[in-house]
């Protein structure tokens, strides 16, 4: 479980966070969702520690996250799993040096045993045998499978996403989801998913938290958001007008 | 601006130092750095080194026309010119060019395509990662690609003395042994070492804190050979201060 308290975070003048508190419990999916510049990816870079929070407290399981020293951070970041918003894949290594890299640095496994694993992530990301090409030689949709295996392959207790559906076609958006769901609750780990996509809200949004200007406006389930009468929720929800006529059918 | 930049230069540094994650990787980071920096220069450097020393004997020759001055002093006074000042200077420039373009775009591409990011979300030291090895390869590979740089241009002031007849074979060999100052190496070799830190840091630095795109990248690039040239320059005056 990861608990966020009150986490404020300005750039020069301009106040990104203004006091953002949440919950996120393990083996289901956690949706932080907004418009452009509501502070979604501020918040998960704070989280994660790639930005520094001006005030407030990141708890991963009661372990207090912004005041450890760099060593305790290392500790609890080989616990993290990460996918990018453009996958951050190592451009100068093949699918499986890329998924091989943690497995490398943080492991004594031997070749075979680190290969087996590779071929595990693999197969559980639907890209068995493509082990020998490289990121440019991939889809969008590939990249980012890649990108979840090799944020799977430590065996991460917590699963950060950024955008995981930004440049994917629908169908692949939805395969995506799917397998973020899918091992949140199979390896019970505390997933949290950046996105303003409302197909992945509908879809996989077991609990939500909505940020608009910097602030918690809303938080709740999939189930819930449609019946809310928030006017800045209603308008991001509803914004397109697919989902204006079905508004009503929720 | 600038004590900002050299300050946040610094915190780099401290972290580049920082205990490696696990040193097996980190070798075979070195060699391959090396095999790029080192091996992947050796033509650039033996070509320019050659003409160089060529260029330089002729030019010793036409300014010393008169008959009180031995024909032998061409081969010293290239060979002194050579040790001390052209080849680890003209080697670091060149350096600069071709390996602090290529680190500053290669550390800057990986940040803004947030490779960095991904790296440190794994629990590795990035700047450690990225940097050490490059900077381990540089203070190796610089003094022996300046080393061979010296035997090249004295080899190649040979070459081209004797050929255009300023000067006869015997003559720029006895110039070349003779009153020779072991010293003068090992002040050589103090600037490539210094060199070669700054080729790779100085680029790396600029990489590093690269924010934006594409642009961005290559204004780093840019920025990464000018300040590497500059501090080259400022630390040939200063280190041949020091020891001569």
């Known amino acids: 479980m990861i608990e966020i308290k009150d986490i404020y975070k300005s750039f020069g003048d301009n106040e990104v966070l203004k006091g953002i508190s949440g919950k996120f419990e393990a083996g289901v999916t956690n949706l932080i969702i907004g418009g452009s510049g509501s502070g979604k990816t501020t918040l998960l870079k704070c989280m994660i520690g790639l930005h520094h929070p001006e005030q407030g407290s990141v708890e991963y399981d009661g372990r207090e996250f912004t005041t450890m020293n760099f060593e305790e951070k290392i500790e609890i970041r080989k616990e993290i799993g990460m996918l990018f918003q453009g996958s951050a894949l190592f451009d100068s290594m093949t699918v499986e040096e890329n998924i091989m890299f943690p497995l490398n640095m943080f492991t004594e496994q031997s070749r075979k045993e680190k290969l087996e694993r590779v071929n595990f992530c693999l197969e559980r990301v639907n890209l068995e045998g493509k082990n020998k090409l490289f990121p440019a030689e991939l889809s969008g949709g590939m990249k980012k499978r890649v990108g979840i295996a090799r944020a799977i392959a430590m065996n991460p207790k917590y699963l950060f996403v950024d955008e995981p559906n930004s440049g994917l076609d629908p169908k692949t958006s939805i395969v995506i989801d799917e397998l973020i769901k899918e091992l949140t609750e199979e390896y019970n780990t505390t997933t949290i998913v950046v996105t303003h996509d409302m197909n992945s809200v509908m879809g996989i949004g077991d609990y939500i938290l909505f940020l608009h200007e910097g602030k918690k406006f809303w938080e709740g389930s999939n189930k819930e958001i449609a019946h809310t009468d928030i006017q800045e929720l209603n308008d991001f929800v509803f914004a397109s007008r697919f989902m204006k006529a079905a508004k009503g059918k929720f | ?116 990011d991904a790296l440190e979300i794994m629990g590795i030291n990035s700047p450690g990662y990225l940097i050490l090895p490059k900077i381990l390869a540089g203070i190796t590979m610089v003094p022996l690609l300046v080393i061979m740089s010296m035997f090249l241009s004295i080899g190649g002031g040979y070459l081209g003395g004797t050929l255009s007849g300023a000067v006869s074979p015997a003559e720029y060999i006895q110039g070349i042994t003779t009153d020779f100052n072991p010293y003068t190496i090992v002040v050589a070799l103090v600037k490539a070492f210094v060199f070669g830190f700054i080729i790779t840091s100085v680029p790396a630095y600029e990489g590093f804190y690269v924010k934006g795109g594409a642009l961005e990248v290559a204004q780093a690039s840019t920025r990464a050979v000018v300040v590497s040239c500059i501090s080259i320059l400022a630390c040939d005056y200063i280190v041949t201060q020091l020891l001569l």
Do not use: C, H, W
């Open chain 2, 1 to 116: 601006m600038n004590f900002t930049n050299f300050g946040k230069y610094l915190l780099l540094l401290k972290a580049v130092f920082r205990r490696p994650e696990k040193f097996k990787i980190y070798l075979k980071a070195i060699f391959k750095q090396m095999d790029f920096i080192g091996v992947g220069s050796i033509g650039l450097i033996a070509i320019i080194s050659t003409f160089i020393g060529a260029v330089m004997t002729l030019q010793i020759a036409f300014q010393l026309v008169s008959d009180f001055i031995p024909k032998t002093i061409i081969g010293s006074v290239n060979r002194d010119s050579s040790i001390l000042e052209l080849s680890p200077t003209i080697t670091a420039i060149v350096l600069a060019g071709k390996i602090g373009s290529a680190i500053s775009s290669e550390i800057g591409t990986m940040r803004v395509s947030e490779q960095i």
